[in-house]
């Protein structure tokens, strides 16, 4: 007792509360009271000030409609288009226009010349958190599951994240909820473009729905979230309230939905994918019975570590696509004591449908293509990894007809890089988004 009669003699009394002229009540040191805020946001309203913390000011770009880049070599990431040396990269108005060898260049097309650089498609990644510009996860832990939980919300355009991604190589994230709960809501897909509002960013809303199975979400409270039997069970429950209410919608289109299941009932028309985060054996074979056996829905395996290579096989065998990292190797859960690299391992048990991530900022999103060169280290294909941070998260999510290669239709987002892609030694020197030079380095400076 006497301790805490000492404590509650050392908390201090609250201060004076002041009254402003309008009789509302102001603590004389809120930093966001009424006069305050006035002068806060006046402070970066100024012409010259700095942005507000998190948010970079925009800096002006001149109009570049038609560009044309020419490089040592260009990697397209194409089906019917293969690597191309001393080739040129034609984009009008936005879109990938040519692909070829001397191409011929229009007199009004601006010359991006890089001879000794490599151009590929922009990065993808699929596993992102850096949308609000800080390590802060986006999350709702009242309950366990959040159908109606979004994180467009919370985006805070061209934040220092997303400069630090694009500088590279990265131009599209899936910025997704945190995995605090078991349904955890709805990503938004992302250019990562210098923009001044989140509508001129957005790729798809929603990216997908955010699922994490196990560990992570695994509640403290003594709730049904507090086990995987009890997190599992509610989400059969809600999955079979959404199928019920879309048999009711056949009959009557009409119905109304209710607000909670807004976005669910795309999942189940099969317009909006899902990303499962889940790890171990157990987890990663639970995730393949549900999403892969059970439900008609299109789906996507994310993390797959601490042994989930184990059950890659039965990935395989249902011809899921998975999204590996941000662990890139393994040891310390395998009874054999060996050194295993987990792309490698999904790649030799099968698995085709693989793309890489970072889980950002857990690994930095512009190390992106240092998971890459670490997939590829540690046994797996050099292509393959190439492909698994272009074209098949592209693939996965459902928006491969827009980013991921550089066929002549698609999205202008590339990279210029003075070496191979994955070449840890060699700068990035320019990316491009939509037809714009977002990051140029001779006259940005190296950002990374």
């Not at 550089?406 to 990279?415: E, N, R, S």
Request: negative net charge.
């Amino acid at each position: 007792m006497l301790p805490l009669l000492l404590l509650a003699l050392q908390v201090p009394e609250p201060p004076p509360v002041e009254w402003g002229p309008d009789g509302a009540m102001v603590a004389p040191d809120d930093p966001f009271s009424h006069d305050d805020g006035e002068e806060w946001c006046a402070r970066f309203q100024a012409p010259g000030a700095s942005p507000p913390p998190g948010r970079a000011r925009r800096v002006p770009r001149e109009p570049t409609p038609r560009l044309a880049v020419r490089a040592r070599k260009i990697l397209p990431v194409s089906e019917t288009i293969g690597p191309v040396d001393d080739g040129v990269v034609l984009i009008r108005d936005g879109k990938i226009e040519a692909v070829g060898r001397n191409l011929p260049i229009p007199p009004d097309y601006k010359v991006l010349d890089y001879p000794g650089a490599f151009v590929f498609p922009g990065f993808v990644d699929l596993h992102s958190h850096i949308h609000a510009g800080g390590f802060g996860d986006t999350n709702d832990m009242v309950h366990p599951d959040n159908p109606e939980f979004r994180v467009l919300d919370a985006v805070v355009p061209w934040n220092e994240d997303m400069q630090y991604a694009v500088a590279g190589g990265v131009t599209t994230i899936l910025a997704i909820p945190g995995s605090g709960t078991n349904l955890s809501g709805f990503g938004v897909l992302l250019k990562l473009k210098d923009a001044e509002t989140v509508e001129e960013m957005v790729l798809r809303q929603p990216g997908a729905m955010k699922i994490a199975q196990a560990w992570n979400p695994e509640r403290a409270s003594g709730d049904l979230g507090a086990s995987r039997m009890g997190m599992s069970w509610m989400l059969r429950r809600l999955f079979a309230r959404t199928q019920a209410l879309l048999a009711e919608l056949e009959r009557d289109p009409g119905k109304p939905i209710p607000p909670d299941l807004a976005m669910l009932v795309q999942v189940f028309r099969k317009k909006t994918p899902v990303l499962i985060h889940t790890a171990g054996d157990r987890d990663v074979m639970a995730t393949a019975r549900m999403f892969g056996d059970e439900l008609d829905v299109d789906a996507v395996v994310s993390h797959g570590c601490f042994n989930g290579m184990a059950v890659a096989p039965e990935l395989a065998r249902r011809d899921l696509p998975t999204n590996l990292g941000p662990r890139m190797f393994d040891w310390t859960f395998q009874a054999d004591a060996r050194f295993y690299g987990i792309v490698e391992a999904y790649e030799r048990a099968g698995c085709r449908k693989i793309s890489i991530n970072t889980d950002a900022g857990v690994v930095p999103q512009e190390d992106l293509f240092v998971q890459g060169a670490m997939a590829s280290r540690f046994g797996a294909n050099e292509e393959l990894c190439l492909k698994g941070c272009t074209i098949e998260p592209a693939r996965s999510i459902g928006v491969a007809d827009r980013v991921g290669s550089l066929d002549p239709g698609k999205d202008a987002d590339l990279v210029i890089k003075a070496g191979p892609p994955f070449d840890a030694r060699t700068p990035i020197e320019a990316v491009v988004i939509d037809g714009e030079i977002v990051y140029d380095r001779r006259r940005d400076g190296q950002r990374y």
